[in-house]
């Protein structure tokens, strides 16, 4: 039976050894890399030819939203598997948006996270049962009619958005686009006004549902 490998990003340590280990010593699964953030992500990745990618997605520096992106953009058949404490709407939109073919949380149970692993090499799409029930309701929203799209937001508050589909919190969003956390906060509350929403779940699932950022 050959050996999938496996490369680990996650900046807890404890996830990493534990995680670790069980990969290592697991029958059919190897651990080809281990590593605390996704800084230079690509390298990394052409230096040790995983199999499968498992992501966390809240890591200093670039998150792993935007780390699945790149591996996507240059990897296309290189399946990632985001392994996270959040199953809230954002990040699981923006994560499969970004190229990831599975969403599983950090609480599974070992076995949960082996067999998606062995699912995900074989061209499935493992998910959390919640997650899967909100890639449902997406779908959902998708089969509704669109509403009109030009909801005058400025190009500022485009970039905003996007930072917002992306993952990023405020002080990423801050540090990204140069601009102080009270002035995205600024930009936030008219983007609410202009979509009609009142809260961030809100704004990423109409932004994705009538493609508002094209």
Same mark, same amino acid.
């Given at each position: 039976?050959s050996?999938?490998?496996?490369?680990?990003?996650d900046?807890?340590?404890?996830?990493?050894?534990?995680?670790?280990?069980?990969?290592?010593?697991?029958?059919?699964?190897?651990?080809?890399?281990?590593?605390?953030?996704?800084?230079? /992500?690509? =390298?990394?990745? %052409?230096s040790?030819? #995983?199999? !499968?990618?498992?992501?966390?997605?809240?890591?200093?520096?670039?998150?792993?939203?935007?780390?699945?992106?790149?591996?996507?953009?240059?990897?296309?058949?290189?399946?990632?598997?985001?392994?996270?404490?959040?199953?809230?709407?954002?990040?699981?939109?923006?994560?499969?948006?970004?190229?990831?073919?599975?969403?599983?949380?950090?609480?599974?149970?070992?076995?949960?996270?082996?067999?998606?692993?062995?699912? /995900?090499? =074989?061209?499935? %799409?493992?998910?959390? #049962?919640? !997650?899967?029930?909100?890639?449902?309701?997406y779908?959902?929203?998708?089969?509704?009619?669109?509403?009109?799209?030009?909801?005058?937001?400025?190009?500022?508050e485009?970039?905003?958005?996007?930072?917002?589909?992306?993952?990023?919190?405020?002080?990423?969003?801050?540090?990204?686009?140069?601009?102080?956390?009270?002035?995205?906060?600024?930009?936030?509350?008219?983007?609410?006004?202009?979509?009609?929403?009142?809260?961030?779940?809100?704004?990423?699932?109409?932004?994705?549902?009538?493609?508002?950022?094209?």
């Amino acid at each position: 039976m050959s050996t999938i490998h496996v490369a680990l990003f996650d900046d807890s340590k404890s996830i990493r050894d534990s995680l670790g280990l069980l990969l290592s010593t697991t029958t059919g699964i190897g651990l080809c890399g281990c590593f605390p953030n996704a800084e230079n /992500v690509i =390298e990394r990745i %052409a230096s040790c030819k #995983p199999d !499968v990618v498992l992501m966390d997605i809240d890591m200093p520096g670039m998150n792993g939203i935007e780390a699945v992106k790149l591996i996507h953009a240059t990897n296309p058949d290189l399946p990632v598997i985001m392994l996270t404490v959040f199953d809230d709407e954002e990040r699981v939109y923006a994560s499969l948006c970004a190229g990831a073919m599975g969403y599983l949380l950090k609480n599974n149970e070992p076995d949960t996270i082996l067999t998606a692993i062995n699912q /995900v090499h =074989e061209g499935g %799409a493992p998910m959390t #049962p919640s !997650v899967a029930r909100k890639v449902m309701h997406y779908f959902q929203l998708l089969a509704q009619p669109k509403a009109p799209t030009d909801l005058g937001l400025s190009p500022r508050e485009k970039e905003v958005l996007q930072c917002l589909v992306d993952g990023l919190s405020y002080k990423m969003i801050s540090d990204k686009l140069e601009i102080s956390v009270e002035t995205v906060r600024s930009h936030i509350k008219h983007i609410y006004v202009k979509l009609h929403v009142h809260n961030n779940t809100e704004a990423v699932a109409r932004t994705l549902k009538e493609r508002l950022l094209g």
